[in-house]
Nanobody, 124 residues
Framework: VQLQASGGGLVQAGDSLRLSCAASGRTFTYYRAGWFRQAPGKEREFVAGITVVRTSYYADSVKGRFTISRDNAKNTVYLQMNSLMPEDTAVYYC???????????????????WGQGTLVTVSS
């Protein structure tokens, strides 16, 4: 599976962005998916994830502001980000896990495939 993340950009605090993660090479339908981010000088951290049956889970820092969703017909996972804050500035990565499971993986080692990252910059 190849993942292509897109949708990043420069926005102001309070604005919204929608990130997309398009999968190719194999159907995405049976893969759990997630978004991570890495800010300069910090470790990569979990942001949000979604299971095959669309159960979602979020990091506390984005709960209520971000929404993850998936469109299996388009082989795409989305991250809708609202009320963006400067501390959301990071490179955002999408990831996919081929391991079957009913929960949302929250650690990077649980994911098998990674996109190249898309930069989100939020100015104050």
């Amino acid at each position: 599976v190849q993942l292509q993340a897109s949708g990043g950009g420069l926005v102001q605090a309070g604005d919204s962005l929608r990130l997309s993660c398009a999968a190719s090479g194999r159907t995405f339908t049976y893969y759990r998916a997630g978004w991570f981010r890495q800010a300069p000088g910090k470790e990569r951290e979990f942001v949000a994830g979604i299971t095959v049956v669309r159960t979602s889970y979020y990091a506390d820092s984005v709960k209520g502001r971000f929404t993850i969703s998936r469109d299996n017909a388009k082989n795409t996972v989305y991250l809708q980000m609202n009320s963006l804050m400067p501390e959301d500035t990071a490179v955002y990565y999408c990831a996919a896990s081929r391991t079957l499971g009913n929960d949302v993986p929250t650690t990077a080692r649980e994911y098998d495939y990674w996109g190249q990252g898309t930069l989100v910059t939020v100015s104050s």
